[in-house]
């Protein structure tokens, strides 16, 4: 995987971000996760891969990192956010994030398509392969074994996958010791971000 390797070139990308407000939408990610986020993304799309799904949407942070680094890519693809925004297992509790996270991503609309349904509505709808899966909705280890049940037929050969919470939720940490990471062919991570590629 091409990666920057130096703290210049990780300062470069995050800079590249076209709308500094990006940064500042709230989210449980790092600066250096969304960053990592978005130099995967690049990479899938440099590779080929035009179909990205984000399970679990929340009010877009990562969504606009993903598309930044689909357009640092030269564009092309498109990211599938796929979220009921109704925080369904969000610990503040319910609440309608729908406009919220609308406005947030709006800069990189040309990027992104929403399907508001659950994970598995939205999964048995899809057409096509998925070069790029980011997973971050219900932590709880039915709901991502569910998420890996649904989605993972559907990934393209070397498609790469990403978990959030992975060490701080041992419900995701599980799910992906026993379904993802048995069958990595390569991965790595940022702090509570996990990724691999199959």
């Avoid at 990205?52 to 598309?67: M, P």
């Avoid at 998925?130 to 991502?144: G, I, Q, R, T």
Wanted: with cysteine; net charge positive.
């Amino acid at each position: 995987m091409r990666l920057p390797s130096d703290e210049r070139g990780l300062a470069n990308l995050w800079l590249r971000v076209r709308h500094r407000r990006d940064r500042r939408i709230r989210t449980d990610l790092t600066p250096a996760e969304r960053l990592l986020l978005a130099r995967l993304a690049c990479d899938v799309r440099r590779r080929g891969g035009a179909a990205f799904v984000e399970l679990g949407s929340y009010l877009g942070a990562s969504a606009c990192f993903i598309a930044a680094g689909l357009h640092r890519a030269g564009g092309g693809g498109l990211l599938t956010c796929v979220d009921t925004w109704r925080n369904d297992a969000m610990s503040e509790g319910p609440r309608d994030t729908w406009g919220e996270f609308h406005a947030n991503v709006r800069p990189w609309e040309r990027f992104i398509r929403t399907v508001r349904a659950t994970s598995a509505e939205a999964a048995a709808a899809f057409a096509g392969p998925v070069d790029f899966l980011f997973v971050d909705a219900d932590h709880d280890y039915e709901a991502v074994r569910a998420d890996i049940a649904a989605w993972f037929p559907r990934l393209s050969p070397g498609a790469t996958v990403a978990f959030h919470d992975v060490f701080y939720f041992p419900g995701v940490r599980r799910a992906v010791d026993e379904f993802v990471a048995p069958r990595a062919r390569a991965g790595g991570g940022e702090r509570n971000l996990y990724w691999a590629r199959f």
